[in-house]
């Protein structure tokens, strides 16, 4: 892949060139997780995740033609050095593969349509999104110089994956694999690849409420995380579970067999929490809160047949998974009985979406 997109690089003198990109990416929610990493940022096993829409990054890049790279970053109004020093970093070390960066000087203005103190990491929404809008400023590029390049979304994809791992999966509508299988054609370590048209309809109807039990910061980063995975005894065990979960669940996500679905949904929730807690440093990353939910939730599983189920990240909020035709009485359930362990009664409503949206013509 890396030999196609160099070869493909824009080089040469970038023209008398300004203007601005933007562009918003979704966040994603793993289904069958990314946990452990190996190589350049290359996962230990594949992933399948839900691609949001109401939890996004909104990226816009200005950039103006300079006698050398220029870089300034900002983040909801207010400069960011540590998220800003994480692009800049990102840039510098592919800049043979965007030598055009060395002409330009860049401003990025990021903002997320999700509160900060959600606990909701925006790695994979803002990375994606910042990719996107590079991706478009080398569209311009090429347009100028009249070799007209349209995004691809697997280089979008592969990008991504380079800026931060999941990142490579919000670039998809619906739904995306992101890892080597040999029961999925096409997939690949190197990006990820959307299982859009492999997907039961209902599938795309679900929604995905988030509840925010604690508005903390993670008390483990996921790049410590990923690496924990290295000492960790029980990985090899994990690996081989995560791709026998891939292979049923892609198979019940394109029969629709929601049983299948939860079974796996909620296995994979608890596998990543419990590889956490026996890490060496161990790490608990649920409270109380997100207990008790999830008792509730298979409680009333059980007593309605409702097919509604839980996941969780690297943190203590808990994802409520369910089809569109059982909103109305999930909802209520949330508001009745799970409000009351979320802070200040708060959830945030999200949907499956449909993925990168450009937001400047
Ligand atoms: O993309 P990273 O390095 O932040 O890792 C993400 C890890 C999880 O969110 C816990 C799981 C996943 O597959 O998204």
């Known amino acids: 892949m890396e030999n196609i997109w160099l070869n493909e690089a824009f080089r040469g003198e970038v023209p008398d060139f300004h203007g601005h990109v933007g562009w918003a990416c979704p966040s994603n929610i793993a289904l069958v997780k990314y946990w452990g990493k190996k190589g350049k940022q290359l996962p230990q096993n594949p992933s399948i995740s839900f691609t949001l829409s109401e939890c996004r990054s909104e990226t816009f890049v200005t950039f103006e033609k300079a006698d050398r790279f220029g870089f300034s970053f900002s983040f909801e109004g207010k400069e960011n050095p540590a998220f800003g020093a994480k692009i800049e970093k990102f840039l510098l070390e592919n800049q043979a593969f965007f030598p055009f960066i060395n002409q330009l000087n860049l401003k990025v203005e990021s903002r997320n349509t999700f509160p900060h103190s959600s606990g ?12 996107m809008c590079l991706l478009d400023l080398e569209r311009s590029l090429s347009l100028s110089k009249g070799q007209p390049l349209d995004i691809n979304s697997q280089k979008a994809s592969y990008f991504s994956r380079l800026a931060s791992g999941s990142a490579a999966r919000s670039v998809f509508p619906a739904m995306a694999l992101w890892g080597k299988t040999e029961v999925y054609e096409g997939s690949s370590d190197e990006y990820a690849v959307s299982l859009e048209n492999d997907i039961h309809p209902v599938f795309k109807t679900y929604h995905d409420s988030i509840l925010i039990v604690s508005g903390e910061t993670k008390s483990v980063s996921s790049r410590a995380g990923h690496a924990l995975m290295e000492g960790n005894p029980y990985a090899p065990a994990r690996y081989a579970q995560a791709n026998e979960n891939i292979v049923n669940l892609l198979s019940a996500l394109k029969s629709g067999d929601l049983d299948t679905f939860i079974n796996i949904t909620e296995s994979e929730a608890l596998q990543l929490h419990a590889l956490m807690m026996c890490s060496n440093p161990s790490f608990i990353l649920m409270k109380p809160n997100t207990l008790r939910i999830i008792e509730e939730v298979r409680n009333f599983r059980n007593e309605t047949h409702i097919p509604l189920c839980f996941t969780l990240d690297a943190g203590p909020n808990v994802h409520l998974l369910y089809p569109e035709s059982e909103a109305e ?14 802070v200040d009664n708060k959830w945030i409503a999200d949907h499956v979406g449909d993925g990168p949206k450009k937001l400047l013509q």
């Open 120 to 131: 909701i990491a925006s790695s994979a929404s803002s990375m994606s999104a910042f990719v």
């Open 329 to 342: 009485k999930v909802e209520h359930f949330i508001k009745d009985n799970l409000a009351a362990y979320c």
